[in-house]
């Protein structure tokens, strides 16, 4: 889906001219966006919010949705061309990649992975969400329940 709707993405401000973006963007709400099989009405809201609001995503995002996607492909659940137009149309949209930060190896997402049985890459969206103070869009259970138990807005679901 390179764009839903009379709006196409390149027709929005960059994420770098929106002064607070919406949430924080997880790959698993992304995904539903490109891949026909998963499609639903509140991954469509989700893409027009962030259409018209932008959105964070940690550094990891681009590599993360770059590898689940060809995993669809190779998978004969996406076409290699959709892949192309997908991450044409991720790259258009008003999403701010948040660098991974000053300090390396700071041990915020370990000690949040550790607590909630994550991923030290999911832990890293929920340090952007507590740290942008702004909602989460994930549809990953185990994620949404460490972000609502972080008192983290969770929207996706």
Do not use: C, K
């Not at 932008?54 to 995002?61: E, H, I, K, M, T």
Request: no cysteine; proline share 6%.
């Amino acid at each position: 889906m390179a764009a839903r709707g009379p709006e196409h993405p390149r027709d929005r401000p960059p994420a770098a001219q929106i002064l607070r973006l919406a949430l924080v963007l997880d790959v698993s709400v992304a995904l539903q966006w490109f891949l026909t099989d998963e499609r639903n009405s509140a991954a469509n809201r989700l893409f027009d919010r962030v259409l018209a609001e932008g959105a964070y995503v940690p550094a990891l995002f681009r590599w993360e949705i770059e590898n689940v996607l060809l995993s669809a492909e190779r998978a004969s659940r996406i076409a290699p061309d959709d892949v192309d137009r997908a991450l044409e149309a991720l790259r258009e949209m008003p999403i701010l990649v948040e660098p991974p930060g000053e300090r390396i190896f700071a041990g915020g997402e370990v000690r949040l992975a550790r607590h909630y049985d994550l991923s030290a890459y999911d832990a890293a969206y929920l340090t952007l969400a507590a740290s942008r103070n702004v909602p989460l869009a994930t549809t990953d259970d185990a994620l949404a329940h460490a972000a609502l138990d972080l008192r983290i807005r969770v929207v996706g679901r």
